[in-house]
């Protein structure tokens, strides 16, 4: 990865309708990411495109926004008949590293990079477009990798030990990021209280949220007593 110190992202946002029917939900992607972007100092630009069902409209997009050092996309990178970034980016020269990664939610991420001469190289993140795997999948790969290219040498946030105040019921296989409420014990340690969550696509679950606690691939249920580690998601708890 180029590192540089003032980075430039372009932020497209991808709706299947432009037109939404009655039965239609809001599109809340800058409300999630808007403030979470501004924390990182030094960024400077941003797109804001809707498309609908057409491919030439999202190429046209993609093309403007390639002038900027990391292309940060939400939605359609799964394998829905409109999930169209993959195939849009491949026109636009974009060199696909990964589409897929183990972790939930957030499995569909698009990761790719465009060379475009003179040693000059746009960083391209696809992000889910379900809010929470969205989240998940910034905080986790692309945020770190935008602190790193702007020079920072603590890319990656910290996690906190917590010791789990509720058990877990899951099956192994992915790493997990759960929504959790961190609190202060008694005695004076960090607690986290996991939350019920209907999904990747449970905003209110996100929105109580301070933390997501992180259970390891390898990992079935987890029993109340144990510690793992949290991310955070606001400045509670930060020390």
């Known amino acids: 990865m180029a590192t540089?110190?003032?980075a430039r992202t372009a932020r497209l946002r991808i709706h299947v309708e432009n037109?939404?029917?009655?039965?239609?939900?809001y599109h809340i992607t800058p409300a999630l990411?808007?403030?979470?972007?501004?924390?990182?100092?030094?960024?400077?630009g941003r797109i804001a495109v809707s498309y609908g069902k057409d491919p030439a409209g999202l190429d046209a997009v993609i093309a403007g926004a390639l002038s900027s050092d990391v292309l940060l996309l939400t939605g359609g990178v799964s394998m829905g008949d409109f999930d169209l970034v993959g195939a849009a980016l491949g026109r636009a020269g974009c060199r696909p590293i990964f589409q897929r990664v183990a972790i939930q939610p957030g499995k569909p991420l698009f990761f790719g990079v465009v060379e475009?001469?003179?040693h000059r190289r746009v960083v391209v993140f696809g992000l889910p477009g379900n809010p929470v795997s969205s989240i998940v999948d910034f905080l986790v790969f692309a945020r770190p990798a935008i602190r790193r290219m702007m020079g920072s040498l603590r890319p990656v946030e910290p996690a906190l030990s917590v010791e789990l105040l509720d058990p877990i019921r899951r099956r192994p296989g992915r790493r997990a990021y759960?929504?959790?409420r961190i609190e202060v014990t008694g005695a004076g340690r960090l607690a986290a209280r996991p939350l019920p969550s209907m999904g990747s696509a449970d905003l209110v679950a996100l929105s109580r949220a301070n933390a997501l606690v992180i259970v390891h691939e390898t990992a079935g249920d987890v029993p109340a007593g144990a510690e793992l580690p949290a991310l955070l998601l606001d400045d509670s708890f930060r020390r």
Not at 19 to 25: H, K
């Open 33 to 44: 990411f808007g403030r979470r972007v501004k924390q990182i100092p030094g960024l400077a």
């Open 19 to 25: 037109d939404p029917a009655t039965a239609a939900v």
């Open 4 to 6: 540089a110190k003032r």
């Open 116 to 118: 475009g001469g003179a």
């Open 178 to 180: 759960l929504p959790a």
